[in-house]
């Protein structure tokens, strides 16, 4: 079975910086999605950032880019010039090509951004 | 896109008792799925909800407890069964298309709390 970790449970910014939140998975598979999820406090998911295993390019959106290393199984997240409205839990997942569209979470990492 | 509407938003439910929690989408979905977010934890999946039949449950969770039923492809229910303050979580109702672009979509969720 596939597992996901975020080993940073809370992390903190100074709006405007650059912040990198860290990801690393198990899997088996050659072919999978990765992805980044916010949670702010109203609870609402919401897609940040998506990753196709088979392509090289990192994915980016906006302030938002990743860093995919698949031989080391390991998806950061790298927010640039952070803002106050990027405050959240911030959530990395795992999902298979195919098959269950389920998703595996990892445990998550707060964002705080201060002022 | 999709948009997804969970009714109760939230509620305050007593020891013993059932409720259950509605999830509906603007447009057809292949995939529906039933998450459970323990205060301060990451999501896991309870189970997948299956048009026309049983839904396929994950370890840990069983059918008797967590009864998900989902007549079409817009809309599913998730009941949580005789409920104990274990049972306090949110529960969020998450949706697939048939295309295969990766991407689940969330609903706001429904934040359960049994006294």
């Known amino acids: 079975a596939q597992t996901v970790t975020q080993s940073q449970p809370e992390m903190s910014v100074q709006e405007a910086e650059t912040v990198t939140l860290s990801c690393t998975y198990d899997t088996s598979e050659s072919d999978y999605y990765l992805f980044w999820y916010k949670q702010p406090p109203s609870r609402q998911m919401i897609l940040v950032i998506r990753q196709e295993a088979y392509k090289q390019q990192n994915a980016t959106e906006n302030r938002f880019s990743v860093n995919f290393q698949k031989a080391a199984k390991s998806f950061s997240l790298k927010i640039s010039d952070s803002q106050l409205g990027d405050a959240a839990m911030y959530f990395c997942a795992y999902r298979s090509v195919g098959g269950a569209q389920k998703l595996v979470f990892g445990q998550g990492t707060r964002l705080t951004i201060n002022p | 896109s999709a948009v997804i509407s969970q009714k109760p938003s939230r509620d305050i439910c007593q020891r013993g008792t059932s409720l259950t929690i509605q999830c509906q989408v603007d447009s057809q979905v292949t995939m529906m799925f039933w998450y459970r977010q323990q205060p301060g934890q990451s999501l896991t999946l309870i189970a997948t909800a299956n048009q026309g039949s049983e839904a396929t449950y994950e370890s840990g969770f069983v059918i008797d407890k967590f009864p998900i039923s989902r007549p079409n492809l817009t809309f599913s229910t998730l009941t949580v069964s005789n409920m104990s303050p274990e049972d306090s979580s949110i529960y969020l109702c998450?949706?697939?298309?048939?295309?295969?672009?990766?991407?689940?979509?969330f609903g706001e969720g429904s934040r359960l709390t049994v006294l």
């Open positions: 998450s949706v697939g298309h048939g295309i295969d672009t990766g991407e689940l979509f």
